[in-house]
């Protein structure tokens, strides 16, 4: 409800608010990491800010929101400490608190929002005008309906947003971002640079003889890091994935049959129609209205004419029964035959006569054609049910100390057994492990567990479960020299030709910062010469990466650079640096003014806001912001 208070205003400044105000995490940081500053003896007070009180249900129903937000773009559950992980607690604490401490600070001020205010706000939302381009009552309350909320909570939301709104308005309204800054920003993204370069590959180094053992010696004690075998785990799942368990095939014809009649909206369209109405202060004039239309005395248009409603704003649209707000209403209009006015209906918002100018028939694909998805979806379904059901009795079994491998015997699962695992789910050898389901979630708790630890059920995306049990770890560890011989080896001689192709390198960097001809210096080595020009900052371009890219432009021109590339190494010279004039006012000026713009904003309103809450004072009671995201930890 909040975003369509910022999303009513027509002014820049209220697309910059949205993401600021309600999103600015200001003070997490302070609101963490001093527990004794946070004391409340409210127990159902999360917070105060000044003497606004943000309650627990506010809390719980900001974070139930947050949550259900977050899961539905990651298409998975996560669980309590997966939430707590990614910071949902308290990004949704401060950014309540942001919120109360601009309320308080409206209070402060005396600053009072009117209603006509308010109502004038509702009336210019978008999402409440009707095809029209008018305030749409109907879709109004349906709007609301469908949020959960009702009109009294609505309004005083939207009271609440537009006096956070006047004060960011007042704080951010007149900035402006300086020219010398929007020149800089010129500068940096449309300066353009050519370059003649070298790449030195690997032969340029010459021969390598092998190393002694000494050598290799010396190297792998000075490279350990680089031959440590990481932590590696053996572990047994056990998954209950009702994808899997899914059988279609002993779904029955009479089953499908009866899913295929209860869901008739699902394999085809709805009947829709297209409705007109007018609406009358009571039954009599309705009444009267309508003998006046049946004895052709005047037409259903001029009715409407004469009781104040423009001939184009007769439509409701054209509406599939569940669209229609109003029960009442919705049984009179399909209950018509086309053409035909209705008798007074008595709906919601008074008394209406009703036409249908309009019928599109339902339309229903063949059972044959859909018959197998409907298949798929109830042996899903059932598979699912049957999924509750059997995690619950796994559950019981492992409360025993029952082991997954016995469980899985005696149910006829399958055991997934993984006898070393790392982190990142490879194998000893470096292969990607396949057979571990939902890998990104299994296995942080796989290296959080311990043998024998008794973790919680996980819960999978596919809407199942998966119980872990750790049987063996092995701990991160230095290889003995004797097991990566080779390996050093061919490190030691990739450092050597490294080393080698840098000292080259530098060498021909001086030489042609002395002025020395790229093309002489090209004969000497070995290599061709490449050009490349229109070079843009962090772009790559001619086979220069954009690592080395952005080395060229660090460096004046005229003057030469050396840059690892892969394998290689690149001796480059910048020959030529361009750019366009700045001009203030043009197009591409307003764009880097735009975007700089919101930046600015952002920084003076959290200044603001952190200003306001230092001000005002902050309370948390952490016992009670525990229970109302739903526990202690």
Known sequence: MLQNMRSASQHWLGKIILTVVFTFLIAGVAIFGVEDFFRSNSATTVATVGKTQITSEAVR???????????????????PD????????????????????????????????????????????????GANGSFDQTLFFQTLQRAGINEAMFVRDQRAAAGRLQIAEAVAA????????????????????????????????????????????????ENKSAFRAPDYRAV??????PQAMAKPDAVTDEDVQKRYDLAKAQYGTPERRTIQQIVFPDEASAEAARKEIES??????????????????????????????DPAVADAAFSL??????????????????????????????????????????????????????????????????????????????????????????????KLIDSIPDRDTTLPIVFRSEIGSDTEALRLKSGGYLWVDVTGIDHAHDKPLDQVRDQAVAQWRAAEVAKRLSEKARSLTERLDKGEAIDTLATEVGVQVQTSTDIARSQAKDGLSADVVNRLFAVPVDKAVSV????SRVVAKVT??????FVPASPSDEAISKRFQATLIDDILGEYIADVQKSVGITVNQTAFRRAIGGEY
Not at 236 to 241: K, N, Q, S, Y
Request: proline share 6%; charged share 25%.
């Open 61 to 79: 129903s900001a974070y139930q929101l947050q949550l259900q937000r977050y899961q539905s773009q990651l298409q998975r559950s996560l669980t």
């Open 82 to 129: 997966q939430a707590r992980g990614l910071g949902l607690d308290r990004q949704v604490l401060s950014q309540l608190i942001s919120e109360a401490s601009l309320d308080q600070q409206a209070k402060d001020l005396g600053l009072v929002i009117p209603d006509s205010a308010v109502l004038r706000a509702i009336q210019e939302e978008p999402t409440f005008k």
């Open 174 to 221: 007149d900035i402006h971002v300086p020219a010398a800054l929007r020149e800089a920003v010129h500068r940096y993204t449309t300066e353009r640079r050519a370059a003649s370069f070298l790449m030195l590959p690997p032969s340029v180094a010459g021969d390598i003889p092998a190393p002694t053992d000494e050598e290799v010696k010396t190297f792998y004690d």
């Open 236 to 241: 047994t799942l056990l998954a209950l994935d």
């Open 296 to 325: 052709g005395e005047k037409p259903f248009e001029a009715v409407a004419v004469a009781r104040g409603v423009d001939a184009k704003e007769l439509s409701l649209g054209n509406l599939t029964k569940a669209e229609l707000f």
């Open 337 to 430: 035959a086309q053409n035909n006015v209705s008798v007074p209906v008595k709906g919601r918002f008074g008394t209406v006569l009703l036409r249908v100018t309009a019928i599109e028939p339902e339309t229903r694909k063949p059972l044959a054609d859909v018959a197998p998805e409907i298949r798929k979806t109830i042996a899903l379904e059932r598979a699912k049910t049957a999924v509750e059901k059997d995690h619950d009795m796994i559950e019981d079994e492992r409360a025993n100390s029952k082991p997954l491998a016995e469980i899985a015997k005696e149910r006829g699962l399958t055991l997934v057994t993984v006898p070393a695992v790392s982190a990142q789910g490879l194998d000893p050898s470096g």
């Open 564 to 567: 690892e590339s892969g394998e």
């Open 576 to 581: 030529a640096a361009t750019m366009p004039a």
